[in-house]
Structure formats: structure tokens, C-alpha cells
């Protein structure tokens, strides 16, 4: 009914770049809040950064002042660009979002994952 395709992960350098996005199709009449998280193995999945439909962000304090979350919402697609990367920041990284569909339901709905790999 929604879908989500990440795309933009990879292998990077320490102190190098990446921009993440997030698009959401199908069935939707609005979306609320979008996000992402990321998960190592071995470990829960943690919040990076989310975005309000309101445009109100929350960053984890791990990334602050390296991250930027942004979204579009003519295209129903979330941003996170990535600066500064450590090898820390290595993890599959997963998006979230929240719709109300054209149907009048409220869903939650995860991406399928994108690695991240900063290593020199």
C-alpha cells in the first residue's frame, strides 16, 4: 500500500560525505513524521535524526552539528546528509515514515536498509 526505496549508501572514507534519501509512494493522502535509524549487528536499532511534517527536527547527540535531515514534500522524500563520517557511524541505516493513507489509515513504514561503511 506504501512503499519506501532508500538509495544513496556505500563505503567512505573517515571525515568523508554521503546524502541518504527516502521515497514514499503508493497510497498516501499525507506524511507525518519521517525519520532515520540505523543498526549495528549485535545491537538495537538507535534514532539518527527525525523530521516533523512541520519541519521540526530531533538529532541523536551522537550526530549532531555532522547531520542534516531534511525532506520534500511535493516528492514524499526524506534527506539525511551525512558530513564528518567516522567509522562509528558504520551501520545499516533504515527509514521511517509515518502516513495517514487514502484510505483514512495511519501507518508506520520502514525502509529496507542501506549499509553505510566508513573505513579507510
Known amino acids: 500500500q506504501v512503499q519506501l526505496v532508500e538509495s544513496g549508501g556505500g563505503l567512505v572514507q573517515p571525515g568523508g560525505s554521503l546524502r541518504l534519501s527516502c521515497a514514499a509512494s503508493?497510497?498516501?493522502?499525507?506524511?507525518?513524521?519521517m525519520g532515520w535509524y540505523r543498526q549495528v549487528p549485535g545491537k538495537e536499532r538507535e534514532l539518527v535524526a527525525v523530521i516533523t511534517g512541520g519541519g521540526r527536527t530531533k538529532y541523536a547527540d551522537s550526530v549532531k552539528g555532522r547531520f542534516t535531515i531534511s525532506r520534500d514534500n511535493a516528492k514524499n522524500t526524506v534527506y539525511l546528509q551525512m558530513n564528518g563520517l567516522k567509522p562509528e557511524d558504520t551501520a545499516a541505516y533504515y527509514c521511517n515514515v509515518r502516513v495517514v493513507t487514502t484510505q483514512a489509515r495511519s501507518l508506520e513504514v520502514w525502509g529496507q536498509g542501506t549499509l553505510v561503511t566508513v573505513s579507510s
Open positions: 503508493g497510497s498516501i493522502f499525507t506524511t507525518n513524521a
